[in-house]
């Protein structure tokens, strides 16, 4: 057995051991993370939230009695950043506008022009051809539609006669853009009316100069006088009557534009109205097999449509063709208003 003044010590200096010694959590210094930073690891610049830090974690290691606080370093923040290349923008390449067609000149003005026409159906006319006349024209309405009008000038389209009105509330679709263009074009121009005979001469005079403007330079007026089969007007007339209404119209229309209307009309009904009649009015006489002094004996006449299935450049489809009868000079004169009634031949 031990003896007992041995315990008694040992026990004297376990308690005083623990009176000199700082024991449980409360003794423990919690270290605060370092303010200063390493080569290895950069602060953040900004500020970073709870959820991002790295929490101290405390480990009790007992060395003796003695705990001691280990704190687990903050680990670095990286932040991906992409490097971007600053590239200068391309300048945007050069536009080329296409300048627009350059308008062709206008044809000279007063120049005759040699016509070279074709014709669908040619005629063998004898002795006296169209083509031995120095001056071409061309009569034109709706059914031609849109017409390059100086390329029909360029094949021989001196002037141009074109549909205005008929009866008293019709006006052609395409005259006013006809009228405008061909004397762009530099043709001389003038307008005819289709004649209805179911409507009065009054009316119709009326109807036309509201419609064709009255310009310096233009072609007398022409009245159209012939049967139609295609009309709502089937009223055949007795040639006293025929006469008498044509020469109410043509009064208003001279003393409107102060220019004799030229007479157009077809072998029928020249033969039923106006044979012998009206001497002192021009003709335009139509005449697709013969020459008009076979058709029209006796009459003198100033222009002659020789064709009604003409062919041109500027033109799609078939246009009525005409001739002036007279030379260049002749033409000249009359077209700058001297008065000149062509024999007939």
Known sequence: MRSPSVVI????????AGCTSSGGVAGLQIQEPSSETTASVARPEAVIGEADTVSALLEETAVGETAVAVARPQMAVETDVEAIALVAPQKPS???TPKPAARPAPLARGTIYRHRFRDAKPINFGKTTPGQYAVHGVDVSR???SIDWMKLRSQGAN?????????????????????????EAGLKRGAYHF???CRTAGEQADWFIRNVPRVE????????VEYNGESRCKRRLSRARVQEKMQVFMDKLEAHY???????????????????????YPFWLRA????????????????WQYSGSGLSHGVKGKIDLNVFNGSERQWRNWAGGQSVMADAQ
């Open 9 to 16: 010590t040992v026990l004297a200096a376990l308690c005083l």
């Open 94 to 96: 050069k536009i080329l």
């Open 258 to 280: 102060g220019q004799r209307p030229i007479i157009y009309t077809a072998p029928d009904f020249y033969a039923d109205n106006l044979r012998g009649a009206f001497p002192d």
């Open 195 to 197: 004649f209805y005979w």
């Open 159 to 183: 002037f141009a006669y074109i549909k205005a009105t008929d009866g008293g509330d019709h006006l052609d679709p395409m005259f006013r853009t006809n009228w405008r263009a061909a004397d």
């Open 288 to 303: 697709v097999a013969q020459h008009p002094s076979k058709v029209y004996p006796g009459r003198k006449w100033l222009f």
């Open 217 to 224: 330079g233009a072609l007398p007026p022409v009245i159209d």
């Open 143 to 145: 059914w031609q539609g």
